[in-house]
């Protein structure tokens, strides 16, 4: 089965510095692989995905995400954060055969921004 | 377009209680599901349906019952409600390769 690993917890950044959110599967093919956003009280966004193809994704909200097969991460990526940013990040990953339409989803990292 | 809608947003019940948890989709996806989510554990799948008449278990099964009788409607049923059942839950569906459109939650409290 395959699983997914965020290792930090909570992340706290100060506004206009870079981010990265770090995410490791395990899976026995390639995966499709995903990162969701999750404002308080509100249910979860999409960011951006990867199926195949050139591994560094763009998404919404000038994130980014590098698909790195030899180390099993999908790290995602912010040059600049803005305060609206803060929010809890979800990696997930789906199965690659069929329409990976089940998703399996990291424990989660909080993100905080400073001013 | 409403998209996912998720109805109460918060219930609190006492131990042995049932309820029925409502979610409705607009975007005639086949695909959907319930999750839970509890802190440090990420979303945690319990049932999903790929299609009305068709469900199937997820993760975190037991304890909980759904139907598909329209491609609309996905209800999640607890049965007789533990305290272990308080969480926060969410409805999503799908129209496939994993962009999921989530409901905003429900809050459950069980006593």
């Known amino acids: 089965a395959q699983s997914v690993t965020q290792p930090d917890i909570h992340i706290t950044v100060s506004e206009g510095a870079s981010l990265e959110l770090r995410c490791n599967y395990s899976?026995?093919?390639?995966?499709?692989l995903f990162w969701y956003v999750q404002s308080p009280g509100q249910g979860l966004q999409l960011l951006l995905k990867?199926?195949?193809?050139?591994?560094l994704v763009q998404g919404i909200k000038g994130f980014e995400a590098e698909f790195k097969r030899s180390q099993s991460s999908f790290n995602l990526r912010k040059p600049s954060v803005h305060w609206s940013d803060a929010a809890e990040y979800f990696c997930?990953?789906?199965?690659?055969?069929?329409?990976?339409?089940?998703?399996?989803f990291g424990s989660g990292t909080q993100l905080t921004v400073l001013p | 377009n409403a998209g996912v809608t998720q109805t109460p947003k918060f219930q609190v019940l006492k131990t042995g209680q049932s309820m029925t948890l409502q979610c409705a989709q607009d975007m005639n996806h086949e695909y959907m599901s319930w999750y839970r989510q509890d802190p440090g554990m990420g979303l945690r799948l319990i049932h999903y349906?790929?299609?009305?008449?068709?469900?199937d278990q997820g993760e975190v099964p037991n304890g909980y019952n759904v139907s598909r009788s329209t491609t609309e409607d996905f209800p999640l049923r607890l049965l007789s409600a533990a305290p272990s059942q308080t969480s926060v839950y969410f409805c999503?569906?799908?129209?496939?390769?994993?962009?999921?459109?989530f409901g905003e939650g429900s809050r459950l409290t069980v006593l």
């Open positions: 349906s790929v299609g009305a008449g068709i469900t």
């Open positions: 997930a990953v789906g199965l690659s055969s069929g329409s990976a339409r089940q998703l399996t």
């Open positions: 899976y026995g093919a390639t995966p499709y």
């Open positions: 999503a569906s799908s129209p496939g390769r994993g962009r999921m459109f």
């Open positions: 990867y199926f195949s193809g050139d591994t």
